[in-house]
């Protein structure tokens, strides 16, 4: 009987933290947990269906498992699996393919984990009813910070996301075992937790008085349990409501940092892309949280390439982004996915002009980032300080999320101190010193 399991994600913190969750199943059933490259009896994939050559990337991954122990059994779930299991099945040496429904019910599936000459698949439609699976997950390196998954799924239809397919409709975890699980984290050491989903901002859930709850309750009563730090990974500009902004300004424990994807900064595009909110909608936000939150990091995420983008819609999103005050930015590469409404249309980038236009995005992020950090200079600010690294230096992010550096000390590991930005001349990291 197989004794060892080593797993791997591709993808978001979404995957990591249910990484994390199917890890805990196999501790459970008695399985030694190996870290990702070690040997082990079975192994597991998490994958994604945004990453670009999913396929290749599956085999390579495949491949070199195999070519450390060609008897490892192969698992590989996630977005991918879901959407494409016979591509899967097909590549040489998998052993077991889940989509997402079966994903966390693996042992239901297989209890003798013996290779055999044809791969297994399990697959069933996404649909309302798909259930609601707890998870969260922690760094690797330390214990510093918890992803915590609150919301799963997405009702929206942008179109060139293929998530909704993968993932299923939006649905919320009970706010009750939100909190329980966030209160476990705390008592477990952790400083920060990342509260995680497809559409955070989309959180609903009706209790059992009837009431109806939305993102702004779950933040409300998260904010009583005086965790150090609390951050929202990632919300639509839609859903970031003014009673959000209010609570991250004056709370104690939300960071001042909020990851709003905007996608295009072209009107025209936008609209293709099916985005729930136009320029000057998203224009007025960033302007609104600048001045409600002075110096707070706000990321956005970018797509550059997507099918109809001139140089001319290009250029309005560059301009765009140039002027608009936020701290750094996220560029993803458009690449065509089945069964999106993208696909069908016309005016496809060539690949090598999508590859500059991400260069130059990433550019302006990094000056962007640098600028944010200089601004910075000679604020005391709290830092999370995690692992000491090798070179022997510990790093570091503010609330504001600049990420810090400076010499190596115990002391500061997974602790919280007030640190003054003194030297900020790079867009890797800003140094200083300790204050208090
Ligand atoms: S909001 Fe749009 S991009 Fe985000 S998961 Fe939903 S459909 Fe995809």
Redesign the pocket.
């Known amino acids: 009987m197989p004794k060892s399991v080593s797993l791997h994600t591709l993808g978001c913190k979404l995957n990591y933290s249910e990484t994390s969750t199917l890890a805990g199943k196999f501790h459970n059933n008695g399985f030694d947990l190996k870290e990702y490259g070690e040997k082990s009896d079975i192994f597991v994939l998490n994958t994604c269906s945004v990453t670009d050559n999913a396929d290749k990337e599956c085999r390579q991954i495949i491949r070199s498992v195999l070519g450390r122990n060609p008897d490892t059994y192969i698992i590989v779930t996630g977005c991918y699996a879901q959407l494409q299991p016979h591509e899967i099945a097909e590549i040489h040496g998998v052993d077991l393919v889940l989509g997402a429904n079966e994903k966390f019910k693996l042992f239901d599936y297989v209890n003798g984990f013996e290779k055999k000459e044809l791969s297994c698949v399990f697959t069933s439609p996404i649909n309302e009813a798909t259930e609601f699976e707890y998870a969260y997950s922690s760094d690797v390196e330390s214990r510093t910070r918890a992803f915590l998954k609150i919301q799963d799924g997405?009702?929206?239809?942008?179109s060139?996301?293929?998530?909704?397919l993968a993932?299923g409709a939006s649905r919320s975890q009970d706010i009750t075992s939100v909190i329980e699980n966030a209160k476990k984290l705390l008592d477990g050491g952790y400083k920060e937790i990342v509260l995680t989903g497809?559409?955070t901002g989309?959180y609903n859930f009706t209790d059992s008085s009837g009431k109806n709850l939305k993102l702004i309750d779950v933040l409300r009563e998260l904010d009583k349990l005086n965790i150090p730090r609390i951050r929202i990974s990632s919300i639509?500009p839609n859903l970031l409501t003014d009673e959000i902004i209010q609570l991250v300004k004056s709370s104690n424990s939300f960071c001042s940092h909020f990851h709003i994807?905007l996608?295009s900064g072209d009107p025209e595009t936008l609209k293709l892309m099916?985005?729930?909110y136009n320029r000057d909608f998203y224009e007025n936000l960033i302007l609104k949280i600048n001045e409600e939150i002075p110096g707070c990091g706000i990321g956005v995420d970018v797509i550059v390439g997507f099918p109809g983008e001139t140089d001319e819609r290009f250029n309005n999103t560059y301009s765009f982004l140039d002027t608009l005050p936020v701290s750094y930015l996220h560029v993803f590469t458009y690449s065509e996915r089945r069964n999106t409404h993208a696909v069908t249309m016309p005016g496809r980038v060539g690949v090598n002009i999508r590859k500059e236009r991400s260069r130059i995005l990433r550019e302006l992020s990094n000056r962007k980032k640098q600028k944010f950090y200089q601004d910075n200079a000679g604020n005391v600010n709290k830092v999370l300080f995690e692992t000491i690294r090798e070179d022997n230096n510990i790093y570091g992010f503010t609330e504001n999320y600049i990420k810090v550096r400076t010499t190596a000390n115990a002391s500061l590991e997974n602790n919280i101190f007030p640190f003054e930005i003194t030297v900020a001349d790079s867009w890797k990291f800003a140094e200083g010193r300790i204050t208090g």
Do not use: L
Not at 154 to 158: M, Q, T, W
Not at 160 to 164: D, R, V
């Open positions: 997405c009702d929206y239809n942008c060139f996301c293929t998530i909704p993932r497809v559409n989309d639509e994807p996608q099916r985005r729930r």
